[in-house]
């Protein structure tokens, strides 16, 4: 059977990495990109906390390390490397417990030849992540992990539930775009009906396109927008539960939490409605 197309509907993302990929993607699958990034990522590579944290991979005071994401990851390779102890930090990893909370973190790991202890099944989240780790004896033993790009209390919770003696690292946060005018142009064509899905591919996506709507007082007319005309799309759980905690009904979410699968996804919405 021939897979669905989004046969010329506007399906706009506000991610921004790799803004051309997205696209591309999008008009494969028959569709019109529209994008406008809320997120700007902002690296603390000179955090004395995370100097401390590879300095004690480095040294052997650490049991398990957890990666969750493939951005972060990289990030504390490279502040490793900036300090000049990557390799002695790569040996440092492969005498411990490596966990990865995907195969984004898993890919730089395996590209540093880190053997990854246990990494979750889809869709990576933090239940899955736990329950993952559920064979790990963490009584007392010291444990890394980098923070998901925002609070999240249920790994937290877990460590502390197992007796770790747990630190939680910011790598890097996400900020504002220094130029919002993009997404506030955005949210006028979909107040013109000119926009018929909106993708979100990570969760601080959602707070951070409500700050910008917010400040330009856009804030009813986006909520109305995605309750009323234009499809929400998910990638997965995660982002999921954050938009319905923010209010917004999610409209698609593919099985499998990938870019490609999102917008089949929206492909086959848009089909069945038709």
Known sequence: ??????????????EARKPDEKA?????HGGVPDGAPVLQ???????PEVQRAITDVCDGRVHAAIF???????????IADAMGRLADFEDGLRNITVVARSPKPGRILRRHKIPIDIMPPEPYTSSDLTNAMAGLNLDNKRVIFQRYGGPDSELPTY??????NYQELTLYDWGLPDDTQPVLELIGRMEQGEVDALAFTSRPQVPNLLAIAESGGRTESLRRCLAESVAVASVGPVCTRKLRESGIDVHVEPDHPHMGNLVMAVAEYFDAQS
């Open 1 to 14: 059977m021939a897979s669905a197309s989004l046969n010329g509907k506007v399906l706009a993302f506000v």
């Open 159 to 164: 460590l502390r539930e197992q007796g770790a």
């Open 24 to 28: 591309s993607l999008i008009r494969r």
């Open 68 to 78: 969750l994401t493939g951005v972060g990851a990289g990030a504390m390779m490279g």
């Open 41 to 47: 990522e902002r690296y603390l590579t000179d955090s």
